[in-house]
Nanobody, 130 residues
Protein backbone atom coordinates (compact mmCIF):
# COMPACT_ATOMS: atom_id res chain seq x y z
CA UNK A 1 0.00 0.00 0.00
CA UNK A 2 1.27 3.45 -0.90
CA UNK A 3 0.92 6.23 1.64
CA UNK A 4 1.53 9.88 0.95
CA UNK A 5 1.75 12.28 3.85
CA UNK A 6 1.94 16.04 3.44
CA UNK A 7 3.43 18.31 6.07
CA UNK A 8 4.54 21.89 6.47
CA UNK A 9 1.22 23.65 6.21
CA UNK A 10 0.19 26.35 8.64
CA UNK A 11 -0.75 29.99 9.07
CA UNK A 12 1.50 32.68 7.64
CA UNK A 13 1.18 36.37 6.95
CA UNK A 14 1.02 37.68 3.42
CA UNK A 15 4.49 37.92 1.96
CA UNK A 16 5.74 35.03 4.05
CA UNK A 17 6.99 31.59 3.05
CA UNK A 18 6.19 27.98 3.73
CA UNK A 19 7.76 24.76 2.58
CA UNK A 20 5.45 21.81 2.05
CA UNK A 21 6.81 18.29 2.04
CA UNK A 22 5.25 15.09 0.83
CA UNK A 23 6.71 11.76 1.85
CA UNK A 24 5.74 8.49 0.22
CA UNK A 25 6.04 5.21 2.08
CA UNK A 26 4.85 1.63 2.07
CA UNK A 27 5.15 -1.34 -0.24
CA UNK A 28 3.06 -2.86 -2.99
CA UNK A 29 2.72 -6.63 -2.73
CA UNK A 30 5.97 -6.62 -0.79
CA UNK A 31 7.85 -4.66 -3.44
CA UNK A 32 9.49 -1.30 -3.01
CA UNK A 33 8.62 1.64 -5.20
CA UNK A 34 9.98 4.99 -6.24
CA UNK A 35 8.00 8.12 -6.95
CA UNK A 36 8.10 9.47 -10.48
CA UNK A 37 6.06 12.30 -11.97
CA UNK A 38 4.51 14.20 -9.09
CA UNK A 39 2.48 17.29 -8.47
CA UNK A 40 1.03 19.63 -5.93
CA UNK A 41 -2.62 20.65 -6.13
CA UNK A 42 -4.84 22.86 -4.02
CA UNK A 43 -8.48 23.33 -3.25
CA UNK A 44 -9.90 26.46 -1.71
CA UNK A 45 -13.34 26.51 -0.08
CA UNK A 46 -16.07 26.51 -2.68
CA UNK A 47 -13.64 25.97 -5.53
CA UNK A 48 -12.50 23.01 -7.55
CA UNK A 49 -9.13 21.40 -7.04
CA UNK A 50 -6.48 22.94 -9.27
CA UNK A 51 -2.95 22.07 -10.23
CA UNK A 52 -0.24 24.20 -8.66
CA UNK A 53 3.00 22.64 -9.88
CA UNK A 54 4.20 19.43 -11.48
CA UNK A 55 7.55 17.74 -11.87
CA UNK A 56 7.90 15.13 -14.59
CA UNK A 57 9.99 11.99 -14.97
CA UNK A 58 12.65 13.99 -16.81
CA UNK A 59 12.69 16.57 -13.97
CA UNK A 60 11.04 19.21 -16.10
CA UNK A 61 8.57 21.36 -14.21
CA UNK A 62 5.27 23.05 -14.92
CA UNK A 63 3.65 25.78 -12.87
CA UNK A 64 0.25 27.37 -12.81
CA UNK A 65 0.43 30.96 -13.93
CA UNK A 66 -0.68 32.21 -10.54
CA UNK A 67 2.41 30.75 -8.79
CA UNK A 68 5.12 31.28 -11.39
CA UNK A 69 8.14 32.95 -9.87
CA UNK A 70 6.87 32.36 -6.34
CA UNK A 71 6.68 28.58 -5.89
CA UNK A 72 9.28 25.91 -6.63
CA UNK A 73 8.66 22.18 -6.82
CA UNK A 74 11.43 19.67 -6.24
CA UNK A 75 11.66 15.95 -5.76
CA UNK A 76 14.09 13.48 -4.27
CA UNK A 77 13.44 9.99 -5.57
CA UNK A 78 15.96 8.49 -3.15
CA UNK A 79 13.87 9.82 -0.27
CA UNK A 80 10.57 9.32 -2.08
CA UNK A 81 9.70 12.90 -1.34
CA UNK A 82 8.45 15.91 -3.24
CA UNK A 83 8.53 19.42 -1.83
CA UNK A 84 6.92 22.72 -2.64
CA UNK A 85 8.69 25.90 -1.60
CA UNK A 86 6.19 28.73 -1.45
CA UNK A 87 7.40 32.31 -1.26
CA UNK A 88 5.62 35.66 -1.40
CA UNK A 89 2.42 34.04 -0.25
CA UNK A 90 -0.85 35.85 -0.84
CA UNK A 91 -4.23 35.46 0.87
CA UNK A 92 -5.48 33.95 -2.40
CA UNK A 93 -3.09 31.04 -1.82
CA UNK A 94 -5.16 29.91 1.15
CA UNK A 95 -6.28 26.34 0.47
CA UNK A 96 -5.76 22.71 1.31
CA UNK A 97 -2.68 21.54 -0.57
CA UNK A 98 -2.42 17.97 -1.81
CA UNK A 99 0.42 16.04 -3.32
CA UNK A 100 -0.03 13.32 -5.89
CA UNK A 101 2.44 11.02 -7.57
CA UNK A 102 2.80 8.19 -10.00
CA UNK A 103 5.21 5.48 -9.01
CA UNK A 104 7.41 2.78 -10.45
CA UNK A 105 7.50 -0.59 -8.72
CA UNK A 106 10.67 -2.61 -8.44
CA UNK A 107 10.18 -6.04 -10.02
CA UNK A 108 11.70 -9.12 -8.45
CA UNK A 109 13.44 -10.03 -11.67
CA UNK A 110 14.87 -6.57 -12.11
CA UNK A 111 13.45 -3.63 -13.96
CA UNK A 112 10.47 -1.49 -13.09
CA UNK A 113 6.74 -1.47 -13.58
CA UNK A 114 5.41 2.04 -14.20
CA UNK A 115 1.96 2.76 -12.87
CA UNK A 116 -0.41 5.17 -14.55
CA UNK A 117 -2.66 5.94 -11.60
CA UNK A 118 -1.97 8.81 -9.22
CA UNK A 119 -1.63 8.27 -5.51
CA UNK A 120 -2.88 11.10 -3.33
CA UNK A 121 -2.17 12.43 0.12
CA UNK A 122 -4.83 13.74 2.48
CA UNK A 123 -3.76 17.34 2.25
CA UNK A 124 -2.33 20.04 4.47
CA UNK A 125 -3.98 23.37 5.22
CA UNK A 126 -2.25 26.58 4.21
CA UNK A 127 -3.74 29.82 5.48
CA UNK A 128 -2.34 33.19 4.46
CA UNK A 129 -3.54 36.16 6.47
CA UNK A 130 -3.63 39.67 5.07
Amino acid sequence: QVRLEESGGGVVQAGGSLRLSCAASGRIRGSTFTIRSSGWYRQAPGKEREVVAQIMDDSSTNYADFVKGRFTISSDSAKNAVDLQMNSLEPEDTAVYYCATKIKIRLSGGGWYYTTDDYWGRGTQVTVSS
